[in-house]
């Protein structure tokens, strides 16, 4: 599974605002999206005031992470950038590899 970065912007205050609804009834319904075969959310926040906010999740594939972010994309225009990223754990896997690959002459 690889961890994900996911940065988000509404592209404008306006569909900011029309999002506020669908967004709190998801949350309180429990956010069914938000975890299925091959993706889990672990964690997200918002600046409902700028209309933007970010998350790390993990996935199989970036194809689920699109899966997950598909009904935003296309009920409200938001604007994600998604990066693959490490956890501390990871890093230090895989530090030894990366150094050892860098010292090659």
């Known amino acids: 599974m690889q ?3 996911i940065i988000w912007n509404f592209p404008t205050v ?3 605002w029309e999002a506020c609804p669908p967004f709190a009834e998801y949350i309180n319904a429990g956010g069914a999206g938000d975890q299925f075969e091959g ?3 672990k964690y997200r926040v918002c600046d409902p005031i700028a209309g933007r906010g970010m998350a790390i999740t993990v996935a199989s594939d970036i194809g689920k992470v699109w899966t997950h972010l598909a009904p935003w994309i296309k009920g409200f225009g938001i ?3 998604v990066t693959p990223v490490v956890s501390d754990k ?3 896997a895989m530090w030894p590899g990366v150094q050892a690959a860098a010292n090659i002459d």
């Open 39 to 41: 993706f889990e959310l």
């Open 3 to 5: 961890h994900y970065l």
């Open 79 to 81: 604007k994600f950038e």
């Open 14 to 16: 306006a569909s900011s």
């Open 90 to 92: 990871e890093f230090a």
